[in-house]
């Protein structure tokens, strides 16, 4: 792999991408992928597996030159193989959403604190997008157009992710959230549950772990939010079933004046295997 400083190799075509630019100019594309356009009324998250890790010699093509540059960051070429899926699944989406070709769809990750590119992704005149990838299983989050003032957030982790959870809890639980979990049964798989809603939450805000998680308090029992003085608006939290062996929460953030309506907000969730299957495997192979 390509060092940093030298940049990841430029981007090959790949065994699906021809298959894809043919779909796009015969007008198959739509017809192929299952409907992406959340209505105004809900908010979809397409799961799709991540795959078995390659070790490509470059970039999926459907990236487009930062995204590159952070692929090639990556050590490890399952993270490259998550981070990948992620954007080649977001880019389809999204593209089919705005009735836009894929490599046409503007992904703006710039963080809000370093202007590095991997902050909360938004798309210019596009749905509402969160992303989130661990283990072996990728989400993507598609929600209205952002512009009504609807964030959302996603996060997934594998259900095996216990190892470290007192660490989790001893830095980043409320301590209400401590008193709750006091003697509670299954305590590493309440914490993971307590924090993926957590996590969800914060990525919905668009600052992640920039502000204190424990200044968030959510319930351990049901997905909702106790307290949260960084967001006074209304605010939503959704367990999704995922997939087998995994734990995911949706956050939904309104403004202070309710709008967009939350409680009615229709919530789905679909196999982006699909999606992928349109353009057909390897994905990120040379």
Not at 9 to 17: I, K, L, S, V
Not at 22 to 37: D, E, Q, V
Not at 229 to 242: C, E, S
Request: aromatic share 4%; hydrophobic share 40%; proline share 8%.
């Amino acid at each position: 792999m390509a060092s940093v400083a030298g940049g990841p190799p430029a981007a090959e075509p790949f065994g699906w991408h021809g298959s894809l630019h043919n779909s796009l100019h015969n007008g198959r594309m739509r017809r192929s992928i299952p409907p992406t356009h959340p209505a105004a009324g809900s908010c979809v998250v397409w799961w799709a597996a991540a795959g078995e890790p390659a070790a490509p010699t470059a970039p999926p093509s459907l990236l487009d030159s930062t995204e590159r540059q952070r692929w090639g960051t990556f050590w490890q070429a399952a993270d490259r193989q998550r981070y990948a899926v992620g954007v080649v699944l977001t880019r389809l989406v999204v593209g089919a959403a705005l009735g836009q070709r894929p490599e046409a769809v503007v992904i703006d990750r710039r963080c809000g604190w370093c202007e590095r590119p991997h902050g909360r992704p938004v798309v210019a005149g596009g749905p509402a997008v969160s992303v989130s990838h661990a283990g072996g299983l990728v989400g993507v989050a598609i929600g209205p157009p952002a512009d009504i003032g609807l964030c959302v957030g996603l996060d997934v982790e594998p259900v095996g992710a216990t190892a470290h959870v007192e660490e989790v809890a001893a830095d980043l639980l409320s301590s209400a959230e401590h008193d709750a979990l006091a003697g509670v049964q299954d305590r590493p798989a309440a914490v993971l549950r307590t924090w993926v809603r957590k996590e969800a939450a914060l990525k919905a805000i668009g600052r992640g772990l920039a502000d204190d998680p424990r200044e968030l308090t959510v319930s351990i029992s049901a997905a909702t939010v106790e307290r949260w003085p960084a967001h006074q608006g209304t605010r939503r939290l959704v367990d999704l079933r995922a997939r087998s062996g995994y734990v995911a929460s949706l956050a939904l953030l309104a403004g202070p004046d309710g709008q967009p309506a939350l409680d009615g907000l229709d919530v789905q969730e679909r196999d982006g295997d699909t999606v992928l299957r349109v353009v057909g495997p390897p994905l990120g192979g040379s």
